[in-house]
T-cell receptor, first 111, second 113 residues
Framework: GQQLNQSPQSMFIQEGEDVSMNCTSS?????WLWYKQEPGEGPVLLIA?????ELTSNGRLTAQFGITRKDSFLNISASIPSDVGIYFC???????????FGTGTRLQVFP | SAVISQKPSRDICQRGTSLTIQCQVD?????MFWYRQQPGQSLTLIAT?????????ESGFVIDKFPISRPNLTFSTLTVSNMSPEDSSIYLC??????????FGPGTRLLVL
């Protein structure tokens, strides 16, 4: 099935560093969602974006809905070891309830 | 959000057998979905579980292999039938609470030998 292109595929960073990842699509989306999945768990919703250009924060996390409606960005500031996990973007098109997921960014944080 | 539980949390099964996975939500929800996550991969939608009617399957997934029930607005089951090692995956249910955001259960980890 269709998937969104997510980059980078993996990141290995030092504690305290900032992190940026993005998600791109050839199609326009109406909603962008960002999830984090830790080992042995289901994905947990971090941020939901509903409007082009929208910038939303959740603690140290900030996500933006791209103006073109074809991309979204997630930034994590001052990373900590518990940020470790796989981050997935997901997009929702018009007149559908079906989410399309990104390929995931695996984040590893070293103390 | 809502509290979503899945049973079993994990299982090891023999090929050729079937496993039924349950998804329970602590509040009534309109939309429920079933996803598969193969090892090291992203999530792929299997089907939309429709209350009181047949599920809507995505391309590549069929009812004979993945029968789904949804008897009410808080509960659904997914059966993985006639299993083979290729069915080894995490199976996840999700629900829509409001504003199109989907919330996921903890997943069922299936290993088929």
């Amino acid at each position: 099935g269709q998937q969104l292109n997510q980059s980078p595929q993996s990141m290995f960073i030092q504690e305290g560093e900032d992190v940026s990842m993005n998600c791109t699509s050839s199609s326009i989306f109406n909603t962008w969602l960002w999830y984090k999945q830790e080992p042995g768990e289901g994905p947990v919703l971090l941020i939901a974006l509903y409007k082009a250009g929208e910038l939303t924060s959740n603690g140290r996390l900030t996500a933006q809905f791209g103006i073109t409606r074809k991309d979204s960005f997630l930034n994590i500031s001052a990373s900590i070891p518990s940020d470790v996990g796989i981050y997935f973007c997901a997009g929702l098109g018009y007149n559908t309830d079906k989410l399309i997921f990104g390929t995931g960014t695996r984040l590893q944080v070293f103390p | 959000s809502a509290v979503i539980s899945q049973k079993p949390s994990r299982d090891i099964c023999q090929r050729g057998t079937s496993l039924t996975i349950q998804c329970q939500v602590d509040s009534q929800v309109t939309m429920m979905f079933w996803y598969r996550q193969q090892p090291g991969q992203s999530l792929t939608l299997i089907a939309t579980a429709n209350q009181g009617s047949e599920a809507t399957y995505e391309s590549g997934f069929v009812i004979d292999k993945f029968p789904i029930s949804r008897p009410n607005l808080t509960f659904s089951t997914l059966t993985v039938s006639n299993m083979s090692p290729e069915d080894s995956s995490i199976y996840l249910c999700s629900v829509v609470i409001s504003s199109a955001a989907q919330y996921f259960g903890p997943g069922t980890r299936l290993l088929v030998l």
